[in-house]
């Protein structure tokens, strides 16, 4: 009963082979906001399921040594992938699968539901918004494929500024939750598996390099094109800066116990 | 393979790189930074021709965008009148081809409402049909046998036979050749051309850029790692022509295309041919002297980077290797290849981008027939779908019956719609801008103040001086003329006298004089005081620093040291601009007073000199390579010293024998002094071939003054004060220094002209000649160097100690006025400089703020230079005295009652009308494209070599202006207009002047000038030429300009 548990699981929250699943679904859902609710809603239904199936705690507090190679390997493999991807919509795609991939090293870590709910939303916040902005910029420009036509820092600057600070903060970068998601998922490895991390890490920086280079500089030479409205921008630096403020909030909880 | 090569081949080649390398224009090193015209190479062609071709060559726009223009439309600085004219004569040109259609309203809605740069961009598929199945929401209907023939045709107009193979590649298989090639290109050069600033200098350059290159590049570890193989490709040829050809024959390019081809290589780092074409032909160019570099070295090396690099893809990529095989595998798979160019060069529907990707990158390519078919089907769609909105947007602009029309139209009229305005927006910048230039016209004809025919009798005025053409000259001239009784005149700022000359302290000549110009005379600056062996303590410190500082290991071990102590004139340059400067200069050895060595040596004379310099240097000699004293030695033992070094007796001299030196330690001295000290046969022959270019002969002198003087019209009524103000600006920590000197100095300093001029019309002998040729020179009348600080404004005089006693008495008044006329220009300034507006209510305020300016590095606007130029009138004062023309015309002045034969016009026109032409047009395209042919912003800007800039670390050389000299606040300060040149004189007699002139009648015919004669002998009527003949142009009733009566400072 339990492999079949793990199986719906790995394709909800993302776990290579069945992270191929998890894709699919994200690509079928119709969409801008149906693939922002799917990334959020997807890796929960997961957690859910392991949770309630007892599955999570069965293995106990030392993690098989397969699991956590399986864990490790998703998450290099997809931020590889994202960084050979120029598509923004695919990006965030990759990316989420790859943070996400890496709940997988806290089983049985974390008892308490919130503390790996929030976890696995540290990964999923990131990625559904730029899934928006993602389907923002196919309306505006036909698609989300970057360095076509130059950098749009200068003709769609609102939006640009966002997607880069969401591109960031799917990263990993500090003061955002999966900053620290990042630390405790360190915290969980011995000291031998840190250099994977640290792949895993520097890949991410890397891809988001990559990104922001395609969305941001050169000169552009396409349509003229509408930015982001002003109130659209409001709400989403809002959504940033909530995501940062909570995520500083939960980062001192999790280094003062 | 070389011996294969004929001298015919090699000549051969070598002409192809001359004739491809015509359009690019000279760039002139920064240290004389030369306004020149962009499209200097194109002159021949008319202006829009030109402009045309250059989109092709440099890839650079003509024109500003539509929705600049309409900016000055609405601010009035449009002749409506004009534009409408240009529009009809077009739409005359296109015949009753839509007769239904309003085309008149339709361009017009066009020009005036529409704001996106093109209505109708450029496409592979729209046509008629497509527009019309768009606009009536159809499914269009591909023709496959159509669509097949244009795909052909999109392919051969994007894979050209002709188009360099790399970039081929680089467009089909989405490589980076291009830039790779270009950043390797740009090191190399680097490397080479690199005048000081490097302090680790490439090996072998004395051998010239090709053979230097090629024996680094053999042993270049960094192309090793790159997997280059450049070894074989450098073996194969001795000389940098013969590499060419090779190469251009294993790329299989048909040599009928050689020419096009090299032509594409040279244009696309211009910047950086542009340099080494000026560099090559600059006789007189030290660098060049001693590290000689042609074109033909700059593109062998370009072609062998290039071939390197494209077979290191070939290798890894297995794409084809030459021009034959990319031609093939194009026809192959057409619609493969299609969607390739679609992708890596950007223009891919973004939605499709991805899929196209992805079956790219698949090992086993599926065919791209369905995928090529649907794709073209979108592409269509969209190109449709998007020409629709574009013009339905426009129609709902103009009103309901404009859409209606639209939607009227049959595809076959659709077809025609679409290609008259796509004529027309082609050539639609053209038109704005001669509207733009007819409202400039017109206002300077009607503002214009026509002279009383009965000059009254004339006054003599307290001082008169000569000004450079400048547009920085005029408020100077307007103020000085309003405060008191001074008269004006505008000459060249070069006062008619090229020179060559040799600063003090300098081991290099300037040419000072139009880049156009080579001098013949050569003069010295000599210090008038003794000369100190010893350095001052402050100069040894500071040259030993900044020796520190150029060294490539002292940064690892003495920036704790030092550090603090360049941080000391790091924090005084920053906060206390003014003050650090005047503590700097305390510090400092003042320049000694020099005087110049004008006139003309005798073979005695200069055998005299040369014989002093060697005797001086074979003293230096003794004293430090035998440590001999000069109390030892008499004059007698260096006279027999320098016979013996001069071959005309052999030793042992009595001096060697006297201080038992043996015969060995002789030779090794006499030798020394032959190769290290220069008193060698030889160079005496040579220095005595250059001590005959010094000076001017007493006839020269008095025909380069009599002509500057009628030239200017200034024959008569000398006042006691004649100043020659040449003009320079003081800049700091800006590259651009020298674009804001005198540019009828060559970018240099106009002090030394205006002196040279001075001590010459001073010379009594000079004046008995001039009084025989009619122009009387009072006695009491001096000639007085000084120079016009045009950053600050100031006006300081030179050569005061040689000013005669009875002057003197004079002196303070002439400094008051200059001083007065300087706060009153400063305040008309330094507003539009970024100081308050009250400034110019306070001229004391506005001078400290210029004065600031000058010395402030954070300043990367310290003056507005000659931007806004738009005017140049040659004639005579009374055409303009009181008329503010707010620093935006070159005045010359001129009488054509003085210049019978018209040949003082033809000088203007020939010299200082080129010089205007090539300001205005170089500021003309800064603003018009600011990236290609303006140098973007300074903010990014890194001095390169010493010699020129560049964006970031490497990149082409920025040869045009920054941004922040020609924009403000994102928008054009400088306004794009061709300069007007108006000129008093008859039409008969300009027109005469302008046939005997080849070149200039090819400028103005080709309308790369505009043109208003004002002829005093009809009434001052003004005729404008425009399509090659001359037209009326009405003055309109308009009250007279004020003359400016303001209160003497």
């Known amino acids: ?257 | 393979m070389d011996h294969q090569l004929t001298l015919g081949d090699r000549l051969k080649v070598r002409t192809m790189i001359y004739v491809a390398s015509e359009p690019i224009p000279r760039f002139w090193p920064m240290r004389t930074f030369i306004h020149h015209n962009p499209l200097f190479g194109l002159e021949h062609l008319p202006f829009e021709e030109a402009v045309e071709e250059a989109n092709r060559l440099f890839h650079g726009r003509g024109y500003l965008s539509r929705s600049e223009y309409q900016e000055y439309w609405q601010a009035g600085k449009v002749d409506e009148a004009a534009l409408r004219k240009y529009m009809q004569a077009f739409l005359e040109k296109q015949g009753d081809a839509l007769p239904e259609i309003p085309m008149e309203h339709w361009l017009w809605s066009l020009m005036t409402l529409c704001k996106s740069e093109q209505l109708v961009p450029k496409t592979d598929w729209l046509d008629g049909h497509v527009l019309h199945a768009a606009l009536h929401g159809q499914a269009t209907d591909p023709d496959a046998a159509r669509q097949k023939a244009r795909l052909q045709e999109i392919l051969a107009h994007k894979i050209a036979l002709d188009g360099p193979v790399y970039a081929n590649v680089d467009r089909l298989f989405g490589t980076d050749i291009g830039s790779t090639l270009d950043d390797l290109l740009v090191k190399s050069c680097l490397d080479f051309f690199d005048e000081g600033q490097s302090a680790w200098q490439s090996p072998g350059r004395k051998q010239g850029f090709f053979a230097a290159w090629k024996e680094v590049a053999q042993h270049n570890v960094r192309f090793f790692l790159r997997g280059m193989h450049l070894r074989q490709l450098l073996e194969s040829e001795q000389t940098p022509e013969g590499v060419v050809a090779h190469i251009l024959r294993d790329l299989r390019v048909p040599e009928a295309s050689w020419q096009k081809y090299i032509t594409r290589q040279l244009t696309r780092l211009h910047g950086w041919a542009g340099f080494i074409r000026y560099r090559s032909t600059a006789k007189h160019y030290y660098w060049a002297e001693q590290y000689p570099a042609d074109l033909t070295d700059f593109l062998a090396v370009r072609m062998v980077l290039g071939m390197a690099l494209l077979q290191e893809v070939v290798r890894h990529q297995g794409c084809p290797a030459n021009a034959e095989e990319i031609q093939n595998f194009v026809h192959a798979d057409p619609l493969s290849a299609y969607l390739r160019l679609e992708l890596y060069t950007g223009t891919i529907l973004p939605a499709w981008a991805q899929q196209v990707e992805d079956m790219l990158a698949r090992r086993k390519r599926p065919s791209f027939d369905r995928v090529g078919q649907q794709y073209v089907a979108a592409k269509t769609r969209w190109e449709g779908e998007r020409q629709v909105h574009n013009l339905l947007r426009l129609a709902r602009a103009m009103g309901a019956e404009a859409e209606t029309q639209l939607l009227a139209m049959s595809p076959e009229q659709l077809d025609q719609f679409l290609n008259i305005l796509r004529a027309w927006e082609k050539g639609e910048g053209f038109c704005w801008l001669r509207s733009m230039e007819s409202h400039y016209i017109k206002s300077l004809v009607n503002r214009i103040h026509i002279p009383h025919q009965q000059e009254a009798v004339e006054k003599r005025p307290f001082a008169q001086a000569l000004m450079c053409i400048d547009v920085r000259s005029e408020p100077m001239r307007r103020h000085l003329e309003a405060i008191g009784d001074y008269q004006t005149f505008g000459i060249g700022g070069f006062f008619g006298v090229p020179i060559s000359f040799l600063e003090y302290g300098r081991g290099t000549e300037v040419h000072l004089c139009p880049a156009i110009q080579t001098p013949k005379n050569l003069v010295v600056e000599i210090p008038a005081e003794l000369e100190l062996e010893e350095e001052p303590l402050y100069g040894a410190l500071e040259h030993v620093l900044h020796e520190l500082k150029s060294s490539v290991l002292s940064p690892f071990v003495a920036v704790e040291a030092v550090g603090l102590i360049f941080s000391l004139g790091l924090i005084g340059k920053t906060v206390a601009p003014l003050t650090y400067h005047h503590l700097h200069n305390k510090l400092h050895a003042e320049k000694p007073v020099t005087r110049l060595l004008l006139d003309k040596l005798s073979p005695d004379q200069a055998d005299s000199i040369l014989r002093a310099v060697q005797r001086a240097m074979i003293v230096r000699a003794l004293i430090k390579e035998w440590n001999v004293p000069r109390d030892q030695v008499t004059d007698d033992d260096v006279k027999e010293l320098r016979e013996i070094a001069l071959e005309h007796i052999s030793g042992p001299s009595a001096l060697a024998q006297r201080m038992q030196f043996s015969a060995q330690q002789e030779a090794e001295f006499i030798q020394k002094l032959r190769d290290t000290y220069r008193v060698e046969r030889h160079e005496s022959s040579l220095q005595m071939e250059r001590l005959g270019r010094i000076g001017f002969s007493l006839d020269e002198q008095v025909r380069y003054i009599s002509q500057a003087l009628l030239l200017i019209g200034m024959n008569r009524n000398f006042s006691r004060f004649v100043l020659l103000v040449g003009h320079e600006s003081e800049t700091e920590n800006n590259p651009y220094e020298s674009a804001l000197d005198c540019g009828a100095c060559g970018g240099g300093k106009g002090l030394p002209n205006a002196r040279v001029f001075a001590a010459m019309a001073n010379k009594p002998e000079v004046r008995r000649r001039l009084r025989d040729k009619g122009i009387v020179i009072p006695d009491d009348t001096w000639f007085l160097p000084a120079v016009h600080n045009t950053t600050s404004d100031a006006v300081e005089l030179f050569d005061l100690d040689l000013l005669p006693a009875r002057h003197l008495l004079y002196l303070e008044r002439l400094r008051n006025g200059l001083s007065a006329a300087t706060r009153r220009s400063a305040a008309e300034r330094m507003p539009t400089l970024g100081g308050s507006e009250n400034l110019a209510q306070d001229p004391y305020a506005a001078a400290a703020m210029a004065l600031r300016q000058t010395h402030d590095w954070s300043q990367v606007r310290p003056e507005w230079g000659l931007t806004r130029n738009v005017y140049a009138i040659v004639g005579r004062r009374a055409l303009t005295e009181g008329l503010d023309l707010e620093s935006r015309a070159f005045l010359h002045s001129y009488d054509y009652r003085l210049d019978p034969k018209g040949r003082l016009l033809e000088t203007i026109l020939a010299s200082p009308m080129v010089v205007g032409e090539w300001i205005n047009l170089e500021h003309y395209f800064s603003v018009v494209d600011t990236e290609h042919y303006g140098s973007g912003s300074k903010v990014y800007h890194n001095v390169a070599g010493r010699f020129a800039v560049m964006t970031g670390n490497q990149s082409d050389l920025r040869t045009g202006l920054p941004t922040q000299t020609v924009l403000k606040d994102g928008k054009p300060y400088h306004e794009p207009v061709r300069l007007i040149v108006l000129v008093e004189a008859p039409v008969a007699f300009a027109q005469r002047s302008v046939g005997n002139l080849v070149k200039i009648k090819a400028l103005l015919g080709g309308g790369w000038v505009r043109v208003i004669l004002m002829d005093p002998e009809d009434e001052y009527r003004a005729y404008v030429l425009e399509d090659g003949a001359f037209h009326l142009q009405e003055r309109s009733v308009t009250p007279d300009s004020q003359t400016i009566l303001e209160e003497i400072a």
Do not use: C
Not at chain 1, 20 to 38: E, T
Not at chain 1, 65 to 73: D, G, K, S
Not at chain 1, 128 to 140: K, N, V, Y
């Open chain 1, 1 to 257: 009963m339990h492999i079949i548990i793990w199986i719906i699981a790995g394709a909800l929250l993302p776990w290579f082979p069945f992270s191929w699943i998890f894709n699919r679904l994200l690509v079928s859902a119709p969409g801008a906001w149906a693939r922002a609710l799917a990334v959020l809603v997807l890796p929960q239904l997961g957690l859910l399921l392991l949770l309630k199936s007892g599955a999570w705690m069965s293995l106990g507090q030392e993690m098989p040594q397969t699991l956590r190679a399986l864990a490790l390997f998703t998450a290099i493999l997809y931020a590889y992938r994202a960084a050979g991807t120029r598509d923004v919509q695919i990006w965030a795609r990759l990316m989420a699968t790859s943070g996400l991939s890496l709940t997988w090293l806290l089983v049985g870590l974390l008892p308490r539901y919130w503390d790996v709910q929030f976890f696995v939303l540290a990964w999923s916040i990131p990625a559904a918004l730029m899934l928006l902005w993602a389907g923002i910029l196919t309306q505006r420009t036909g698609g989300s494929y970057l360095g076509l036509t130059g950098g749009f820092a200068r003709v769609m600057p609102r939006l640009s500024v966002l997607m880069s600070l969401t591109a960031l903060a799917a990263t990993a970068t500090p003061v955002f939750p999966n900053f620290f998601a990042l630390l405790q998922a360190m915290a969980s490895l011995p000291i031998s598996w840190m250099p994977l991390l640290l792949l895993v890490l520097l890949l991410w920086g890397w891809t988001v390099g990559r990104l922001l280079q395609d969305l941001l500089f050169g000169i552009y030479r396409g349509e003229p094109v509408d930015d982001l409205s002003v109130g659209g921008t409001w709400l989403g630096g809002l959504t940033l800066g909530v995501f940062a403020l909570v995520g500083l909030f939960w980062g001192g909880i999790w280094i003062i116990n």
